[in-house]
């Protein structure tokens, strides 16, 4: 089953727009008057380091996490007034699986087919089963499989309701190099069909390879002007 064509029906030219956007913890500011704008298809990777902002940024995008200030609209629906329609918008692959642990594989993406009405969701679920390489492994509990397994579940999970938007935080770690290439064919595949992606990684041969555009997390803003200097790969 080829991946669908998203839903722009509309949409406005970004598939990402924020505006101001702040967002702390106390008195410890994260993300400070933060501005991003991300079209169509196009894929950023978002590097800094340890306590940067990444995984915050990330959160706040996904509705995990409520700004302080700013606006965000996914797709066009703005966080704020259509949450629920923002989130929908969204899949997210996070340090966090989001599994339950007693359930199997296909009982898990059930439930998250269910929460998302995905249509002709058995078919469905066979299929991100199979991209992710999981089809033998079905009808094992999440608590059986190695972490590698889980986060390849983790990924099938985001992908099942072919959301607009892919959130993924350092995807690539604990998976072996035949799912690391795995899932660079899919994001190829998510992009083609003008879909986006933000993904945070430590990896910057492996970010630089898959995006389209990179950005450094530096003083709780985006620099897009920067980034390849902090890199070592030039302006």
Request: with cysteine.
């Amino acid at each position: 089953m080829a991946l669908a064509q998203p839903d722009l029906t509309g949409a406005p030219e970004n598939s990402i727009e924020v505006s101001g956007l702040q967002k702390g913890f106390g008195d410890l500011p994260v993300l400070w008057d933060l501005d991003l704008e991300l079209g169509w298809g196009e894929f950023l990777a978002l590097f800094g380091a340890n306590g940067s902002g990444k995984t915050t940024l990330l959160r706040v995008l996904a509705g995990q996490a409520r700004p302080d200030s700013g606006s965000i609209r996914i797709a066009g629906h703005d966080t704020r007034r259509r949450p629920a329609s923002a989130r929908r918008q969204v899949g997210v692959v996070a340090h966090s699986g989001f599994l339950y642990d007693d359930l199997t594989c296909r009982e898990n993406l059930a439930f998250y087919g269910r929460l998302y009405s995905v249509g002709n969701l058995k078919d469905r679920i066979e299929e991100v089963l199979a991209q992710v390489g999981l089809s033998q492994r079905a009808d094992r509990r999440v608590r059986s499989l190695s972490h590698g397994m889980q986060k390849r579940l983790a990924i099938a999970r985001a992908i099942l309701h072919q959301p607009s938007l892919l959130l993924l935080d350092e995807p690539e770690s604990g998976l072996d190099r035949d799912s690391v290439a795995a899932l660079a064919d899919l994001l190829r595949e998510w992009t083609a069909s003008g879909r986006s992606v933000v993904m945070t990684t430590h990896n910057v041969d492996l970010g630089l390879a898959w995006s389209s555009k990179v950005a450094l997390m530096s003083n709780g803003r985006l620099d897009f002007d920067g980034a390849g200097d902090y890199l070592g790969v030039g302006g």
